[in-house]
Structures are given as C-alpha cells and as structure tokens.
C-alpha cells in the first residue's frame, strides 16, 4: 500500500480532493491508501514521518503563513527522496517547469471544475502506478549519492560504470539514459560498492552485471549498450588468471 | 662553528630562498599560498640543490673548484622545470602560467639577493666575531629577502598584478614571446658572467640591476594593462550588442502591448453597447472569450520579462535574452522560469556566462525541427544555483556518445563546445552537471554551490 496525503489550508479544495482521489482508489482498486490530510505543512511533515514511503504527495503551492509548496517539497523529499508529488495550483501560469527539474514533481492539478480535476488525478495515479511497476521491487541494491541537500538512490542495474576524468577529483557516472558528473573519488566507490564492481583501469569503474564483452587483444571492456571502457595491462593479467 | 649550527643555518637559509620564490611565484598567478604546497616545493628544492652538490663532489673530486658554466645552467633549469611541476600538481594552473610566473619568481629572487648581500658586504664594517659577523652577512640580507618577498606578494595582490600578467598568455604568439622572455630573464645571470667575466659585482652594479628590473616590470605593467583594456573593450562591445537585443525584445513587446490596447478597446466599446442593452448572455460570452486572450497572447513575454529581470548578473541577463530572440525566430517554444532572484554562485561569472551559452547554444541545436521546444530554468536559493535547460529533440541522442569529447551530430571538427563545458564545470570545485532523458526532453542540469 502507498500512502496518499493531500496538504491544502483551504477547507473546501482539500475535502473535495479527498473525495475525488478516494473514489479514484476505489473504483481502480489501486493499491493505494490510507488517505490523510493535513491543512497546513508542518502537520504533514509530522504525518509523514508515521507510515511508509515512498508516498504520494497532493501539494498546494501557497500556504500563507507557513513555508511555500516549494520548500515544503524540500522538506519532503529529504526523508522521501522517491516519494511522488503532485501540486495543485489555482492558475497554469505557475513556475511548474521549476518543480518538475528541480524536485522531479511529477505533475500538476489545476483547480476547477471536479470533472476535469478527477481526470487529471485518474491521470496521475496511473502514471505512479506505471513507475512503480518500472521500479525495482524493494530487494534490488541500491547506491546513494548526495548531491547536497538531496540523497539519491540509484538502482544497482542502472548503473554502466564511473569514469575518473581531469586531475581534480572528478567523477562521472555513466547510467542508462543519464550522465552525472560529480567530485568525488573512484576509490571511495570501489570499497563502497565492493565486488559487484571491477576496477578495469586506473579510470573506470565497471559494474560487471553490465559487462558484454571483454575484448583482451583489443584492451577494452564491452558493456551492454556498446558503450567502452578502457582495459589496463593490469587488470587484464589479473583477469586472464582468473579466467 | 659547529657542524649542526652550519646545517641548520644553511637549511633555514634555503628555506627563505624558497619561500620567496615561491610567494612571488602565487602571487603572480592569483593563487593564495598553501603551506602544503610549500613544503612539497621546499623538499623538492632541497634535494635538488644537495643531490647537485653530491653529483658535484663525486664529478670534480674533493676539489672546491667552480663547476663549469652549463652545469650551473642546468641545474637552474631543472630546479625551475621541477618546481614547475610541483606547482602545478598543488595549484591545477597550465604548465606555461606556471613556467613563466617560476622563472619570474626565480629572476625577482637572484635580483634581490644580490642586491641585499652586495649590499649588506658594502655597508657592513669588520668584525672579529664571526657570529656578529654572520648576522651582517646572512641573517640580515636574508630576513629583508623574506620582508621584501611579502610586501611583493601584497602589492601583487593588491593591484590584482595577476590578472594582467595571465593577460600575457592568451593567444600562441603571445605565450611563446612571454615564455622566451622568461627563458632569458631565467639565463641572464649566466649570460653576462659569459659576456662580460671581468665585471666584478659590486653595490652600485645591484643598484643598477634593481632600477633595470623596476624599469622591466613597468613595462610589462603597461603593456600587460593596455592587452587587458582592449580585451575589456571587446567585452563590453559584446555587452552593448546583447543590451541591443534586449531592447529590440523591449520594443517588440511594447509593439504587442499597442496592438493589444487597439484591439482591447475595440472589444470593450462592443461590450459596452451590450451592456446598455442589458444583454447579460452576450457580456457572458464575450468575457468566457475574453478572460484567456490576454494570457495568450502577451501571458508568456510578461513571464519572461518577469523571469529575466530577476537575473542580478547583467552579463547572464543579456545573453540569455539574445539567446531567447533566437530562439524565437527559429519559432521555437521557450519556457522561462526564473522564481527567485539570480546573483551567481562560485563559479567565476565568464565561466558561468559560457556554460550558460553552450548548454543554450546546444539546445537551439538540437530542439525538434518543427515543434522545437526548450525549457530554461534557473533556481537559485541558499546552497546552490540551480540551472536546467531542456529541450525536444527529434531522434534520441546517445548519451554515451555525447560523454565522449569531439561528439556532434554535425560531422567533424564540432562538438568542442561541450567539451569545455565539461572542463569548466571540472574546473569548478563542488559543482556536479547531469545529464538525462525525461518525458521526451533532454536535460542538461548544473549546480553550482553558493
């Protein structure tokens, strides 16, 4: 079951997003729920902390008085980091691009009439739905990175391999679909990340699940998606052993 | 004396030798100094000088005669392509900055020194204490080489010193004139014991030698300044071109708002007529129409002109305009958000301002030829700049190609501009740069820390 919660101060939106989204659940038979609601930030982050994540989240963007959806988003995603957001607006001129890149917010309801909101909550649903059958199951490894204020968890078969580039300490992770460049060292993910990683040159980093090929006269390493990494005489010796 | 009081002597000496060499040779290039990178350039300066006079001792026998003159020559150029290389693992600074600011250094410091202990053997009377004797001869010339290599090094700061001579690197021509130039300040020494042996050294010839090189770094002062003033013109020239971008925007928008204020008064003048009639269906109907006209057809200039405005760096501000009048008449969909307002993080701004323009200059590139859409956002709070640009494409880039340098979908001799984009961000302590696919978008996103 994946939490609901909606956090909106006006009485009247949250009651009739309550009731839209429960009927959703029900006549989809998600496997969704328990729904709770809070009317100001603060309360949610409380409720939050009391089941399980990753959650869903229906957030308005304006809470007079309190700390802004986008703040409260931060907030969030800091004990949530895949939990799924949802913000609810008053008007489409919003800076929803902002939250979609910045805090990957997965969508946005405009208020208005309960047809067309049942529509775009239906629309939301299932779109979580589909990511959470695209995830993983819980029993897949995961590795953390902290790129400031956020932890990010990426699943283990993502991952193609870590580059060394440059003589600062930088780092690139090569994934499926995306590039990440970061300070840090490959020695640090070598002993973090233990064997189901080779250490193929002085400059790569290898998940060997994604390994295709180990071309030994050519001196590179083959990965799944055709990609190359760079094989030293080394680790090639060390490898022909073993083989 | 002694054999440890000799030593010890000698190993402080050499200390303060490399510590001017050393200040001066930061401060030229804008560095502050780091005690772990002086100790490292201090042992290596060390063994070098010890493994010298070994390697003397085992070639010329036990006997103190003067090595010839190649040797000394040698070894001064290795000391300085050593000390280079420490430099330049301590501070990341190319190879030729460094060579030229250690030879500088190196020249400063003989200068110097020479002046100092000529000086100090002039002025100094004749003891019987050999102690006393030391402190005239060495311990006072070498503690005004340390005072003098300080007030250097704060001048240097001071005047920013560093900025123009880094000036005297840009461009090949330039760099080889400046690196022969070093090369002959680092050899002049030999060359005039070659030239001219029978000139002893003496007071007065320090003296002149300290007015020549004072006379030297005016020169290079001014020329170095007017290299830097006409770099400071081109740059402000691109600024006015941008600023002229920005204005034709402004224009354009003010033309829209006329327009709009025509057609808005022939509308409300119908209305009107309606609501004299008591027609509530008609003035119904007409504000239904009304109501998203003036969102759509001024909603998105108004929110950009918002989010530009909200950009402090002026420079950041201009080009994102110009880039954005391209992408308009290309009839590419922009989206621009600028919440909150935009100052710069650490990243030095003409860096930032590149990174900017290629991830920019890459997304007109690659947006979809006939629905192009681009999204540019940037979110800056306490801790970090956050910049992203998205935008469409019309076949699915490889990313694992687009990492490697010299990638572009435009054959060959291209795709530098990501290359430097990669090596500013390396560049740049703590910033992290992402790459990714999402919802049909490619999104290229940095953050800088604050």
């Avoid at chain 1, 800091?78 to 691009?97: K, N, Q, S």
């Avoid at chain 2, 030391?134 to 070498?142: E, G």
Wanted: charged share 20%; aromatic share 12%.
């Amino acid at each position: 079951m994946v939490p609901v919660y909606i956090c909106d101060d006006e009485a009247a939106v949250s009651a009739l997003l309550e009731k839209l989204i429960g009927d959703q659940i029900m006549i989809m038979g998600r496997d969704m729920g328990p729904l709770r609601v809070a009317s100001h930030p603060p309360a949610l982050l409380e409720l939050q902390k009391q089941a399980q994540i990753p959650a869903i989240y229906f957030l308005d963007i304006d809470f007079p008085g309190y700390m802004s959806g986008l703040e409260l988003a931060v907030k969030l995603r800091e004990y949530d980091p895949r939990g799924f957001i949802v913000f609810i607006t008053a008007h489409d001129d919003m800076m929803f691009e902002t939250f979609r890149y910045r805090l990957e917010a997965l969508d946005y309801i405009v208020k208005g009439a309960p047809a067309m909101m049942a529509a775009r909550v239906n629309a939301c649903l299932e779109s979580v739905c589909e990511r959470m059958m695209n995830e993983p199951d819980g029993k897949t490894a995961y590795c953390t990175l902290k790129v400031y204020d956020t932890v990010r968890h990426i699943p283990m078969q993502k991952i193609l391999y870590f580059e060394a580039v440059g003589s600062r300490h930088t780092l690139v992770l090569h994934m499926d679909d995306e590039v990440l460049e970061f300070n840090s060292s490959l020695n640090h993910f070598e002993e973090k990340l233990g064997g189901d990683f080779w250490r193929c040159h002085r400059s790569y980093l290898v998940n060997r699940a994604r390994i295709s090929n180990v071309r030994l006269k050519e001196n590179f390493v083959e990965l799944d998606n055709g990609e190359t990494c760079l094989l030293s005489r080394k680790a090639k010796s060390a490898y022909a052993a073993s083989v | 004396m002694p054999f440890g009081f000799r030593l010890t002597v000698v190993v402080i000496l050499m200390a303060v030798e490399a510590y001017t060499v050393f200040r001066i040779t930061v401060a030229l290039l804008g560095e502050r100094p780091r005690w772990r990178c002086y100790l490292l350039f201090y042992v290596v300066y060390n063994a070098l000088e010890w493994g010298l006079i070994l390697v003397l001792e085992l070639f010329e026998g036990n006997t103190w005669t003067e090595p010839p003159l190649w040797i000394h020559e040698l070894e001064y150029i290795l000391t300085v392509f050593f000390l280079c290389m420490t430099i330049r693992r301590g501070y990341h600074v190319s190879f030729d900055k460094v060579f030229g600011a250690v030879a500088v250094g190196f020249f400063a410091k003989d200068i110097i020194y020479d002046f100092l202990t000529d000086a100090a053997v002039f002025y100094s009377p004749v003891f019987d204490g050999k102690y006393l004797y030391v402190i005239t001869s060495i311990v006072l010339p070498y503690s005004l080489l340390l005072v003098f290599s300080l007030v250097t090094s704060f001048v240097l700061n001071k005047t920013e010193f560093s900025k123009y001579f880094l000036c005297l690197f840009r461009g090949r021509v330039r760099t080889g004139v400046t690196l022969s130039a070093c090369l002959l300040l680092l050899t002049v020494n030999a060359l005039r014991q070659v030239l001219f042996p029978d000139v002893a050294i003496s007071f007065a010839y320090g003296l002149f030698c300290f007015s020549v090189v004072i006379a030297a770094l005016f020169c290079i002062q001014f020329s170095a300044m007017y290299v830097a003033s006409r770099d400071k013109v081109k740059a402000q020239e691109e600024t006015i071109a941008q600023q002229q971008a920005h204005m034709e925007l402004l224009e354009e928008l003010q033309g829209e708002i006329r327009a709009f204020r025509h057609d808005f008064t022939n509308l409300l003048s119908g209305m009107a007529l309606s609501a004299q009639e008591g027609d509530v269906e008609a003035i119904q109907e007409f504000m239904r129409r009304t109501s998203g006209y003036f969102d759509e057809k001024l909603g998105s200039e108004i929110r950009q002109m918002e989010g530009l405005s909200n950009i402090q760096l002026y420079p950041v501000r201009s080009l994102i305009s110009t880039k954005l009048s391209l992408m308009r008449q290309r009839h590419i969909q922009v989206t621009l958000e600028i919440m909150k307002p935009v100052t710069g993080g650490r990243m030095p701004v003409e860096d930032l301002l590149r990174c900017q323009g290629i991830l920019l200059d890459n997304a007109i590139e690659a947006a979809a030829k006939n629905d192009g859409k681009i999204r540019v956002i940037l979110l800056q709070d306490m801790e970090e700049l956050f910049i992203a640009v998205a935008n469409n494409y019309d076949e699915k880039p490889n990313l694992g190609a687009l990492a490697k340098s010299g990638y572009s979908t435009k054959g060959k001799g291209r795709g530098t501009g990501l290359s430097s984009y990669r090596r500013m961000v390396s560049r740049c302590a703590d910033c992290v740069s992402r790459t990714y696919l999402k919802d049909e978008f490619l999104v290229q996103e940095l953050r800088i820390p604050v």
